[in-house]
């Protein structure tokens, strides 16, 4: 294995990990409606769309290769993580109030999405190690899987007061993760599957704790209504598109 080789495989990581993210956020920072009702809809989105990725993505392919143990364990380390970035943010933005309620949820849903976007990493750096074809398929896939998660992101950051500038930066920053992830898969290759059980079932915890303790309770904070509800469901049904698309391109 060259340089060379290693270098194409991380450029497609870091390129394909950030064009989905920050083509989101740019439709993101560009969305003017900052209504609770809007912000309620598109937080209950941003939880639809992790759920379907927790409940038909990360676990399930967790639970085909490792056993229960394996998978509590990463979920309930992934879920005390979590906890910790959610205190320290807190500190940082501290107040009940809308603006900063937003950004901290900003921030959350960005390190949330960091950490998922490690095993899709090793997804595409495995996928090369495999051929060329499975990487790029694999890569394009979740390049256009990434792009709502980057509007869920940027909503909230822009509507607490974040700059465009400052927006882009944390959505960028939450992509690079993937190209780390296809540099490990590609290096290792024919890595262990409870390493890469651990991690799905790590990002599924992370995940998990933004949904249930984070996006649910600030979109109703922010509307209580039936757009919520309709956010929820659209995220929910879009997310196992995406998802079910990675699958027949794989």
């Given at each position: 294995m060259n340089n060379l080789e290693i270098l194409k495989v991380v450029g497609a990581g870091l390129f394909f990990g950030t064009f989905g993210t920050t083509l989101g956020g740019l439709i993101g920072i560009k969305l003017k409606n900052n209504s609770n009702k809007f912000l309620g809809f598109i937080l209950s989105f941003a939880a639809g769309l992790m759920m379907a990725i927790i409940c038909f993505d990360l676990l399930p392919e967790a639970m085909e290769i490792a056993n229960l143990a394996v998978i509590l364990l990463g979920i309930l380390c992934g879920i005390a993580t979590m906890i910790i970035c959610d205190t320290v943010v807190k500190?940082?933005?501290?107040?009940?109030?809308?603006?900063?309620?937003?950004?901290?949820?900003?921030i959350i849903i960005?390190?949330?999405?960091?950490?998922?976007?490690i095993p899709e990493g090793l997804a595409i750096g495995t996928g090369f190690s495999s051929?060329?074809?499975?990487?790029?398929?694999?890569?394009?896939?979740?390049a256009i899987h990434d792009i709502p998660e980057g509007i869920s992101m940027a909503v909230p950051m822009?509507?607490?007061g974040m700059s465009s500038k400052k927006v882009i930066f944390y959505v960028i920053m939450s992509g690079i993760s993937t190209g780390i992830g296809a540099l490990v898969g590609h290096l290792i290759g024919g890595i262990s599957e409870t390493i890469i059980a651990s991690?799905?079932?790590f990002a599924g915890g992370a995940m998990l704790y933004i949904v249930s303790?984070?996006?649910t309770l600030e979109?109703?904070?922010m509307y209580k209504g039936r757009m919520n509800a309709i956010g929820n469901i659209l995220g929910f049904i879009l997310?196992?598109?995406?998802?079910?698309?990675?699958?027949?391109?794989?």
């Open positions: 500190e940082k933005f501290r107040g009940n109030n809308k603006v900063n309620n937003l950004l901290k949820t900003g960005s390190i949330g999405l960091a950490l998922h976007n051929s060329l074809n499975l990487g790029i398929s694999l890569a394009i896939v979740i822009k509507n607490g991690s799905l079932s303790g984070e996006l979109a109703n904070n997310g196992i598109i995406a998802i079910n698309l990675s699958l027949i391109h794989i």
